[in-house]
């Protein structure tokens, strides 16, 4: 289970593409991953963070992505920048 939150954190902080059911998937990883301690996401809510990544969220979000592929590319981006920040 360690591994798999593991995972899905590093895929969340450096994948290029993600459709809206594997960011759903892969936050459930990292909300356990919370729960267990094993991860800070500090001040990242896991919920917003898929509300603000719905297709909807991702055009008012980045003002751009007009295609499913667009917002699959826009999404990625967007969750690498919040997660990343975190670290600053």
């Known amino acids: ?3 798999t ?3 899905s954190y590093a ?3 450096a994948a290029r593409t993600l459709s809206e059911k594997e960011l759903a998937s892969l936050v459930v990883n990292l909300k356990i991953g919370v729960l267990l301690g094993l991860i800070e996401l500090g ?4 919920d ?5 990544c719905s297709p909807l ?8 992505a ?3 592929a667009e917002r699959d590319v826009a999404r990625a981006a967007f969750v690498r920048k919040i997660l990343n920040e975190k670290e600053g």
């Open 1 to 3: 289970m360690e591994d």
């Open 5 to 7: 939150i593991y995972r």
């Open 11 to 13: 895929i969340l902080k």
């Open 43 to 46: 001040s990242v809510n896991a």
């Open 48 to 52: 917003e963070l898929v509300m603000m």
């Open 57 to 64: 969220g991702i055009v008012r979000n980045t003002h751009c």
């Open 66 to 68: 007009d295609t499913p």
